[in-house]
T-cell receptor, first 114, second 113 residues
Framework: SAVISQKPSRDICQRGTSLTIQCQVD?????MFWYRQQPGQSLTLIAT?????????ESGFVIDKFPISRPNLTFSTLTVSNMSPEDSSIYLC???????????FGDGTRLSIL | DAKTTQPTSMDCAEGRAANLPCNHS???????VYWYRQIHSQGPQYIIH???NNETNEMASLIITEDRKSSTLILPHATLRDTAVYYC??????????????FGTGTRLTVIP
């Protein structure tokens, strides 16, 4: 399965600032996804990162708050904008290649907002 | 995608088989059963998946009932490193399936020395 690397692994940020999280895959993949896991909760899909077009967001998530880039088939970024303490979560990248195969996840970015 | 029901927590003695049940009574014909686990501070790890036949790999076995309304993940010889939250997910593999993997609350398995 693909090797997925996320950076940073963790960060502590001030409220009102923004942070960009990177997801790098060691092979070309069609489907890349971003999830959020709030403290003590399960995972929730934020959006599908589409290569060459705008990301597809799930209900409750908007581009202004979580802009996503997907410049090629091996890389994506998620920005958490204008952060508040409620954004403290683990943010995870996953890939699925090809469609229908099991998704594989990175180890996530643990984000704390003060 | 069909919802699943799992026990909140389970304990298992080290070296014994861990049997984790999952109910998915509304599963559709084109939906597969996937199992993932999440060890503390790590991303979810794929374990196994199946449609209607029993499956086995190096990590676990998956037993799916004939009516496909429930399944059991079996870890044949549980070790302390198997302590994790285990998620049962059903999802279609074709384009009709949503991108979302609905993780639910999972089962917290504790392997006891």
């Amino acid at each position: 399965s693909a090797v997925i690397s996320q950076k940073p692994s963790r960060d502590i940020c001030q409220r009102g600032t923004s942070l960009t999280i990177q997801c790098q895959v060691d092979s070309q993949v069609t489907m890349m996804f971003w999830y959020r896991q709030q403290p003590g909760q399960s995972l929730t899909l934020i959006a599908t990162a589409n290569q060459g077009s705008e990301a597809t967001y799930e209900s409750g998530f908007v581009i202004d708050k979580f802009p996503i880039s997907r410049p090629n088939l091996t890389f994506s970024t998620l920005t958490v904008s204008n952060m508040s303490p409620e954004d403290s979560s683990i943010y995870l990248c996953s890939v699925e290649e090809p469609r229908g195969q099991p998704q594989h996840f990175g180890d996530g970015t643990r984000l704390s907002i003060l | 995608d069909a919802k699943t029901t799992q026990p909140t927590s389970m304990d298992c003695a080290e070296g014994r088989a861990a049997n984790l049940p999952c109910n998915h009574s509304t599963i559709s014909g084109n939906e597969y059963v996937y199992w993932y686990r999440q060890i503390h501070s790590q991303g979810p790890q794929y374990i196994i998946h199946g449609l209607k036949n029993n499956e086995t790999n190096e990590m676990a076995s998956l037993i799916i009932t004939e009516d496909r309304k429930s399944s059991t993940l079996i870890l044949p010889h549980a070790t302390l490193r198997d302590t994790a939250v285990y998620y049962c997910i059903v999802r279609a593999r074709d384009q009709t399936g949503a991108n979302n993997l609905f993780f639910g609350t999972g089962t917290r398995l504790t392997v006891i020395p």
